[in-house]
């Protein structure tokens, strides 16, 4: 091979490869995954897929006429995110309820399980993830989910921030940021 023939090929493959990116792509909620060749597209499309689910979900929006709520997600890889549901029934009673867990998450279904994190719960819920909203169902047998007398997280939840949250508030009115957060370091955090 001559050395004019390996520049032209080195050429080819750099064009193709700037011409095979997405010039709309920023490259953000991206993660890149190594793996067999036969399998690197699928495990492609499923972070892609979970890292597409973060952001900030709301139903409701006067506690004065009607339940209201938010949730939190933040994915942590390719099968997991963590979440913060903050949730109040509205008047009269304006109970509420608060739930910081960690979720596993498959073909853009979500499942918690209370067991995993706490065994002062018995709580499963599931989260069906959609492209602009969220719904979350409690599973009956299994809805002691700590929050207050006739609340629940039962409801569509619509996508009103696509931006990763950063941190959240919880109900001690503590600042928590999700970068390196697990569920065992948020249960010790006062100690």
Request: hydrophobic letters at 30%.
């Amino acid at each position: 091979m001559t050395i004019k023939f390996l520049h032209t090929l080195c050429c080819f493959i750099i064009a193709i490869s700037v011409m095979s990116c997405d010039k709309n792509d920023t490259g953000k909620n991206k993660t890149s995954v190594t793996t067999t060749a036969g399998d690197s597209v699928n495990k492609t499309k499923e972070v892609k897929t979970v890292q597409s689910i973060g952001g900030t979900y709301t139903f409701g929006s006067n506690p004065e006429k009607e339940a209201v709520g938010s949730i939190m997600v933040y994915p942590l890889n390719s099968s997991s995110a963590l979440f913060y549901l903050d949730i109040t029934r509205g008047a009269p009673s304006y109970n509420s309820g608060q739930l910081f867990g960690e979720m596993n998450v498959k073909d853009s279904i979500g499942i918690y399980d209370s067991k995993a994190d706490s065994n002062d719960l018995n709580c499963i819920l599931t989260f069906h993830f959609s492209p602009e909203q969220l719904e979350i169902t409690t599973n009956p047998e299994h809805k002691d989910c700590g929050f207050g007398n006739g609340v629940n997280a039962d409801n569509k939840y619509k996508l009103t921030g696509k931006a990763l949250p950063e941190y959240f508030i919880n109900g001690e009115g503590d600042t928590i940021q999700f970068k390196g957060l697990t569920v065992e370091k948020y249960k010790h955090r006062n100690d």
